[in-house]
T-cell receptor, first 113, second 111 residues
Framework: DSGVTQTPKHLITATGQRVTLRCSPRSGDLSVYWYQQSLDQGLQFLIQYYNGEERAKGNILERFSAQQFPDLHSELNLSSLELGDSALYFC????????????FGPGTRLTVT | GEDVEQSLFLSVREGDSSVINCTYTDSSSTYLYWYKQEPGAGLQLLTYIFSNMDMKQDQRLTVLLNKKDKHLSLRIADTQTGDSAIYFCAERHSGYSTLTFGKGTMLLVSP
């Protein structure tokens, strides 16, 4: 158990809908990262937050957004969902002043029908 | 550009050593990581190495880094069927905290 929690574990929704994925980082970690894993694209970095502020952006679509709250949990919002958004979404966290190692949550499997 | 390459598949027999290879392109990478992903699970950090090191050993795992060739390897000694999983190599670039991952190597260990 990495100490990073994600909910829900599975999500099935229809095209055009909006969903919110939730992540709680390890105790003491200030950074949260979101990744999308699909068979064709592999593991793609989406966005990073550090202590409530956006720190880095990767291949995140404009339909997707995220935020990190004062208690450091984070949410990833996916809207106008398309079939191609079906994937595993992972959250990871890391502590400041370390080797930068990221600890991953168990993921949310999103299926868009 | 920044890229991390890994071979897609490796098959070994139980008890043998496994060597998973990775190449990266960014010479300014500061840390390099190995993660393991079992079916239906998240990525588990196995080990990492700082770029000024050549080798790191942790029980059955040995990481070798050839910075000149930008080549990283993970050796698993006495491979067990429970080691069957996908192994990801990742690099961290200087000045950044984000990681770039390879596409993963599927290790299959047969009895």
């Amino acid at each position: 158990d990495s100490g990073v929690t994600q909910t829900p574990k599975h999500l099935i929704t229809a095209t055009g809908q909006r969903v919110t994925l939730r992540c709680s980082p390890r105790s003491g970690d200030l950074s949260v990262y979101w990744y999308q894993q699909s068979l064709d694209q592999g593991l793609q970095f989406l966005i990073q937050y550090y202590n409530g502020e956006e720190r880095a952006k990767g291949n995140i679509l404009e339909r997707f957004s995220a935020q990190q709250f004062p208690d450091l949990h984070s949410e990833l919002n996916l809207s106008s969902l398309e079939l191609g958004d079906s994937a595993l979404y992972f959250c990871a966290s890391s502590a400041p002043g370390t080797g930068g190692e990221q600890y991953f949550g168990p993921g949310t499997r999103l299926t868009v029908t | 550009g920044e890229d991390v390459e890994q071979s897609l598949f490796l098959s070994v027999r139980e008890g043998d050593s496994s060597v998973i290879n990775c190449t990266y392109t960014d010479s300014s990478s500061t840390y390099l990581y190995w993660y393991k992903q079992e079916p239906g699970a998240g990525l588990q950090l196995l080990t990492y190495i700082f770029s000024n090191m050549d080798m790191k050993q942790d029980q059955r795992l040995t990481v070798l880094l050839n910075k000149k060739d930008k080549h990283l390897s993970l050796r698993i000694a006495d491979t067990q069927t429970g080691d069957s999983a996908i192994y990801f190599c990742a690099e961290r670039h200087s000045g950044y905290s984000t990681l770039t991952f390879g596409k993963g190597t599927m290790l299959l260990v047969s009895p």
